[in-house]
């Protein structure tokens, strides 16, 4: 996710951004740890994971699924606002970068609520599907890599309950999908998944024009 919306710029941005994105110490602390790692842009901004955990209250989740945990910034956001004996499942290939913010989760008392799981996501949510997990979920969040975006998209619904919301990361890619000249794969799979979640009669969706666009896809 881009750490500054590109949709507001200027002044406007300086006044919402310390308002929009306000954080206790340690997200402070966590969000500084991975700005100075060269990924930087793919952690979540401050303002958009705010947006994150009140639409985690607003849905009453209790349990959660993210495939792309990065440093765990998101994680760390929407652990937080699952009550105490919520699950955060977290998806990432790798537990580097996740190992960054797992000392940050062990501080802010949410650790026990967030069960991270190294690996090629699609199949992590697949095993969580036979495993009897269908439609167990309330809430999933999707910032992982693009072509995967309709794999997920699939599987995140078998995921969720009726009612349960499922948001969209970089929906909107800096604008590049409204250029019909951008044919690239990341691309074309976002907007592939824009398209079907707006003609999909099994969901409801809405765009957030904030960050990079999140996509917010409701189970019917």
């Known amino acids: 996710?881009?750490?500054?919306?590109?949709?507001?710029?200027?002044?406007?941005?300086?006044?919402?951004?310390?308002?929009?994105?306000?954080?206790?110490?340690?997200?402070?602390?966590?969000?500084?740890?991975?700005?100075?790692?060269?990924?930087?842009?793919?952690?979540?901004?401050?303002?958009?994971a705010r947006v994150?955990?009140?639409?985690?209250?607003?849905?009453?989740?209790?349990?959660?699924?993210?495939?792309?945990?990065?440093?765990?910034?998101?994680?760390?956001?929407?652990?937080?606002a699952l009550p105490d004996d919520g699950e955060l499942v977290c998806c990432d290939v790798s537990d580097t970068w996740p190992a960054v913010g797992r000392p940050f989760w062990e501080e802010a008392g949410v650790a026990d609520r967030i069960d991270l799981r190294i690996g090629d996501a699609s199949q992590t949510?697949?095993?969580?599907?036979?495993?009897?997990?269908?439609?167990?979920?309330?809430?999933?969040?999707?910032?992982?890599?693009k072509t995967g975006y309709p794999t997920y998209y699939d599987l995140g619904l078998e995921l969720l309950r009726p009612g349960g919301l499922m948001v969209f990361d970089n929906a909107l890619r800096h604008g590049a999908v409204a250029r019909q000249d951008v044919q690239d794969a990341d691309t074309v799979a976002?907007?592939?998944v824009?398209?079907?979640?707006?003609?999909?009669?099994?969901?409801?969706?809405g765009m957030l024009l904030l960050g990079d666009g999140l996509l917010l896809v409701r189970k019917r």
């Open 125 to 145: 949510l697949r095993t969580m599907i036979g495993a009897g997990d269908a439609g167990a979920f309330d809430f999933g969040f999707i910032d992982a890599d």
């Open 1 to 48: 996710m881009s750490t500054r919306s590109f949709l507001v710029q200027g002044d406007l941005a300086d006044y919402l951004g310390p308002l929009a994105g306000s954080e206790t110490d340690i997200q402070r602390r966590l969000s500084e740890a991975s700005d100075r790692l060269p990924e930087a842009e793919m952690k979540s901004s401050p303002e958009a």
């Open 190 to 192: 976002i907007r592939e």
């Open 52 to 80: 994150l955990a009140m639409l985690v209250k607003l849905t009453g989740a209790r349990r959660a699924f993210e495939v792309g945990t990065f440093t765990g910034y998101s994680a760390l956001r929407v652990a937080e």
């Open 194 to 205: 824009n398209q079907r979640a707006f003609e999909d009669e099994q969901v409801e969706a």
